[in-house]
């Protein structure tokens, strides 16, 4: 079946560095994609939903210059958390709509990000 | 705004037993779905039902079963025969107004004891 995956699973990166996380769709298209931000023993908190070809668009209180996100094609989304600081560290899920659903998503098994 | 309250404390539920997990929620659009998913250890989000503001019929999957009140704006979700593996933390969420934007709730954990 369809799949999304996250690359890095998890990454640890020094404190003012900016890191990458990648959400691909393995076998289908995805015109949209969404990122979450989920702390230790916390819900998922949507951060924004990224659009290909398109802008993505923030979630109130979300910072956009310093989670940037590219849709550049209709399989992957990547997010660049930028000048990384402690507070940043936390599971980064995506999802993507499944094909022929109103509603039902496929996530991703989630980037667990420590910054030092 | 949407909102979504799971407040239940954890739980410890013996294996074979059923186990409600209680939500509810706000929204002011008429056309909402509600959603449980379950988060085991490993992280990953496992879906699990759907429930559509205008199904007349409570939705089942299996051993889940949503109790879906929509007076008074809960969708508890029923697991039945509760199984070690059920072992997780388990989210209720909602999308309304046409999209596929997620709100969660604070998510309950289980404890299945054999």
């Known amino acids: 079946g369809a799949v999304v995956s996250q690359h890095p699973s998890w990454v640890i990166c020094k404190s003012g560095t900016s890191v990458k996380i990648e959400c691909r769709s393995l076998?289908?298209?995805?015109?949209?994609m969404f990122w979450y931000r989920q702390f230790p023993k916390q819900s998922l908190m949507l951060m924004a939903t990224?659009?290909?070809?398109?802008?993505?668009?923030?979630e109130q209180g979300v910072e956009k210059d310093k989670f940037l996100i590219n849709h550049a094609s209709l399989t992957l989304s990547t997010l660049t958390v930028t000048s990384a600081h402690p507070e940043d560290s936390s599971f980064y899920i995506c999802?993507?709509?499944?094909?022929?659903?109103?509603?039902?998503?496929?996530f991703g098994p989630g980037t667990r990000l420590t910054v030092t | 705004a949407q909102k979504i309250t799971q407040t239940q404390p954890g739980m410890f539920v013996q294996e074979k037993e059923a186990v409600t997990l209680d939500c509810t929620y706000d929204?002011?659009?008429?056309?909402?779905?509600l959603f449980w998913y379950k988060q085991p250890s490993s992280g990953e989000m496992i879906f699990l039902i759907y429930?559509?503001?205008?199904?007349?019929q409570n939705a089942t999957e299996g051993r889940y079963s949503l109790n879906f009140q929509k007076a008074r704006k809960s969708a508890n979700l029923v697991i039945s025969a509760s199984q070690l593996g059920d072992s997780a933390m388990y989210f209720c969420?909602?999308?309304?107004?046409?999209?596929?934007?997620?709100?969660f709730g604070k998510g309950n954990q289980v404890v299945v004891i054999p």
């Open positions: 076998d289908f298209q995805a015109t949209t």
């Open positions: 929204t002011s659009d008429p056309s909402y779905g």
């Open positions: 999802s993507a709509p499944k094909q022929g659903s109103s509603y039902e998503q496929y």
């Open positions: 429930q559509g503001s205008y199904d007349q």
């Open positions: 969420a909602m999308s309304s107004g046409g999209n596929n934007r997620l709100a």
């Open positions: 990224s659009n290909e070809g398109s802008k993505a668009t923030y």
